[in-house]
Each structure stands twice: as structure tokens, then as C-alpha cells.
């Protein structure tokens, strides 16, 4: 019998991919530039520079919050936020406290706590320079908009937090407010974990510590640092110890936790209202406009080409991905229904066959769709051997694929979808491939 409950929230921090920088006129645009070339007085901190909030990324902000279900706030303000640390110039972070620009949401089941605007910090980058190891600091980041996302602990599982890690992702490309890439560092993950008495837990009765696991860069890694975490906590408990609340980071080496800190309380970070930048106030009218740009989430639409037009969840997961491709899918199948073209036709093409939707229109697909239809089909013959020549020639994923290995059969689909130029159906091709292998 299970004696803990793992308590988990998550906080998930996004760069927006805005022109210009949170309080300065510098590019935004930071990765991969020479160090240090997209400064100024006021992302260095330099004394007596002020700084000017960025328009765009405030509207971006209260975008991804309507987004999220969140009540928008018609009064906010920015705080300073006080610790010392190296990539920090100033001595302080300017970000928000007691009125964040959007609270009270509720996403993919579950709520959100807040959605608030803040700077990004400096880029440490450690590293050995003869025989003495050396830290060097890159402030082109510093100051970059940086969006904080911050769930209530209401995740069990380190799969349920990788679920809808993977879906606030899509849902941040679909606005268009950032690319959400995490091997570029532009969103970054960190979880808040604690396991309880499950004969004791309530939602009103949390544990009195929790652990925060800072800066994670994968949704792979997530899971695996907080199934770790809870597992560390609970062999502590057993052995009859207490658990204190501490800043972890994850070694994807060893693959486990390691302590960095003690973690603060807000008050260890004295809060105060940011003397140069006025508070914000907006009109109910402002926040409608606000809400009436955000269209239908990638979720939504997902279940609707599944139930509408019958389209794989798979298909209908990549033709979710960016509300461009989601657009341009719908008028595709606008088209093709006045030409008898059906949409998991049109789905099966895009997702295929690699078609540069910015090159050719939604009409000329249809036409390509229909040409390629009626200058070749496929007989039921060449598929078959088609499958049989490609089991015949991977014998090392048909041996993965008997091992349990699912992904293999994805492999070998792909395999024979090549083999005959994409002319072949997808689903029939996995089914004559699981009925061969299972021969």
C-alpha cells in the first residue's frame, strides 16, 4: 500500500521573443551572440540608469494569462525582488509580487496560481582557463521579458506535470509570444515537491516543507528529477528524519538531486514596490481587447479535428503545433471539400510529406493532393512486399519492436512510407507491419 502522496506544483518561466528587452531598448535576441554586445546602463545596472517597461511584453503577458484562464488584473505594479548573486547586477531583480498582472487561473485542469512579468538574469558560464577553474558572466540575457507561470500544487505525478508542461509549451507557440525552445533556454522548468501523509493529506492540510528543483531544461529530465525527489523524500521520512525546505538542482549525469541552498520565504527577498517605475492601471476596455485576441487553444482545436473530421490524434497533435500550420490545415480543408478531397486526406499529406506551407498556398495543396492521387495508386501487392522488404532489411528494430520497444514500429512505418514515396496510408502500412511481426 502507497503510505505518501506526492505534492508537486510547478513553476515555469518563458522568454518572450519581444524586439527589445523588459526596461531597455536592447535586442532581446540573445542566443548565440558574442558575449556581452547587447548591453546598456540599464541592463548593466549602471548607477542612474531608469527603466522603461516594454508595452509589448505587458500585453503578451496578460495574453498568455487570459489564455490561461486567469482573471487580468486592472491594477498591477513591479517590485524589486533583493538577493545577491553574480549574473544579477543591480543587487535586485525587478519582477512582481502582490499584484501581478494576471491570478486565479485554470489550465488543462489544473489552477494556476499567477501569471507575472519579470527580468531575466545574466548567463553564468563556468569553465577551466589553464589550471584554474573560472566563472565568467554574459549579461546579453540580463533583462530579457520573462514570463513566470506558477501552478498550485495540484500534481500527484511526475508524468501529470510533464502532461501539462508539454501542453503550456504549445499553447506559448500558438500565442506567438515565444518559441518556448528549452535547449535554447528561452523556457525553463522548475518544480516544487513534498510528499505528506496520504492518510492525512487534504487540500487544505499540506506538508510544512517543500523542495524546489531549479532550472531544469527537459521535460525528460523533469520527470526524472521529481520521480527521484520523490523517492529521496520518502526513504527520509521512513528512516524516521525530517525534510527542510531547500533549493535542489538535477545532475543529468548521475540523475539524482543535489542540494544548492536553503530555500527563502518571500520576506528573505524584502519586497518593495519598484520607486522607478509608476504602477500600471488599465481600462475594462483595454483587458476585453486583450481577451478577444486569443483564439481557440491548441487543445480545443485537437479534440475538434479528431471528433470532426476523424483525423488521428497523432495527425492532429502536429497540425495543432503552431496556429499558422493550424490555419492553413483549416482552409486546406475548406478547399478540398469543394473538390471531394476529405480532410484526413489532407492530414495525411501534411504530416507525411514535407510541404513548405509558406511556399504553397492552401488551393495549390489541394491540387498537388489530388494530382498525386490520380497519377498513382498503390495496390494492396507493392505495399505488401513494400513491408516484407523493409522487415527483411531492419532486423535490428523488428528485434526492438519484439522487445517491447514501441517506438521501433514508428520506425518502421516511416521506413515504408519512404520506400514508396509516400504514396501508401499510414494506418495501413502500421497495421500490414504489427500483423507481419506478430506473425
Known sequence: MIKYQPVI????????????KMFCACSADHFAKKPNTQVCPVCLGLPGALPVPNEK??????????AL???????SQFDRKHYFYPDLPKGYQISQYQHPLAEGGKFQSVNITRVHLEEDTGKLMHQKVGDKNVSLIDFNRSGVPLVEIVTDPDFSSASGAKSFARDLQQTVRHLGVSDADMEKGSMR???????GDKSQ????????YKVELKNINSFRFMEAAINYEIERQEKVLENGESLIQETRGYDEKTKITKPQRTKE??????????PDIPPLSFSNTQLEKVKSGVSELPQ???????????????????LTRTEELSDYFSEAVK?????????KKIADFLVNKKTDIKKVSPEGLVKMIKGDGEKSSLSDKHLEKAVEDVVGKNKGAVADYKAGKEVALKFLVGQVMAKTKGQANPRKVQDLLSKKLNE
Open 201 to 208: 493529506a487534504t487540500s487544505d492540510k499540506l506538508p510544512n
Open 69 to 75: 484562464g486567469c482573471k487580468l488584473a486592472i491594477d
Open 335 to 343: 478547399i478540398g471539400d469543394k473538390h471531394g478531397l476529405v480532410a
Open 265 to 274: 520565504e518571500a520576506q528573505d527577498y524584502r519586497y518593495f514596490p519598484e
Open 300 to 318: 480545443g482545436k485537437r479534440e475538434s479535428l479528431v471528433a470532426e473530421h476523424k483525423i488521428p490524434e497523432m495527425y492532429a497533435a502536429v
Open 189 to 195: 522548468l522548475e518544480a516544487n515537491i513534498s510528499v
Open 57 to 66: 511584453a505587458i500585453e503578451w503577458t496578460q495574453k498568455l494569462g487570459a
Open 9 to 20: 506544483g510547478l513553476e515555469v518561466h518563458v522568454e518572450l521573443k519581444t524586439d527589445s
